[in-house]
């Protein structure tokens, strides 16, 4: 616990130093300064993912038992706080992890159901744009799935001490690459929605049924946004968005 105590708080310190780094790259009107800066932002960025995956490979079952903080308590995550967290496998040791694939699911379930053109109307261009999102989140799953894979090897070959070594290197690479593409994806899907509200706002036609109610229907399981405004599921599809990459705390890349 100590241990993993100590790589939390390198962490912390390192994505402090990123954003010092990123801050200089984005001010600096020298182009030898920004080329230097990009440099010492690859190498903190490779030192930040080494980090996280000691801290997986730290983690044990008392750990996570005892861990804090991964669940969402604080006001800002009004929407993430009242989304059940649940272990995304009987074996599972890691928290986070846990958490990230709850609200994950609570989003596939609830709103992405919602985003396609049966409940939203779009003009051509940002239709066109929308679509792109359904094939992303189909990566995402499968990034998951090559990482329940290997999990499942690890599992295997436990009792061999070289296969356990490899497999923690593999997973923890499927792991931050699985994290690397939800935060993509959500800072994607947050702009996208920020731009057709910011629309709307200015008497724009981007939403071409702004005011229609989501009516649901009565074989749908999850009817939690049934009759809610298209509007009004967009902010919150928004807000969504913008907890869930708060939550994931990842630099931008």
Known sequence: MEEAEKIRRE???????????????????SMFQRRRVAQ??????????????????RSSEE?????????????????????????????????????VISYVDFFEKHYLPILSDYYIKLDFSHAIKRDTF?????????????YDYELDILNREEFNRIAHTRDKSVIHKLRQRYMLLLDRFFKDLRTFLDSMLEDLQ?????IVNPNDQVNLSELEHNRRLDGRN????????????????????????
């Open 230 to 253: 298209v509007a009004v599921l967009l902010e919150e599809m928004k807000a969504f968005s913008g907890e869930l990459t708060r939550y994931l705390s990842l630099p931008n890349m």
């Open 11 to 29: 962490i912390e310190s390192k994505t402090r130093v990123l954003k010092q780094l990123e801050g200089v790259y984005k001010t600096s009107t």
């Open 202 to 206: 200015t008497g724009g036609n981007i």
């Open 134 to 146: 359904y094939p992303r989140h189909m990566e995402i799953k499968k990034a998951l799935k090559e």
């Open 40 to 57: 010492e932002i690859r190498g903190v960025k490779s030192l930040i993912g080494d980090l996280r995956g000691k801290l997986i490979i």
């Open 63 to 99: 750990e996570y038992e005892d861990q804090e903080g991964w669940e969402v308590e604080e006001s800002e995550f009004s929407i993430l706080r009242a989304i059940p967290v649940e272990k995304y496998r009987e074996d599972s040791r890691d928290r986070e992890i846990d958490a």
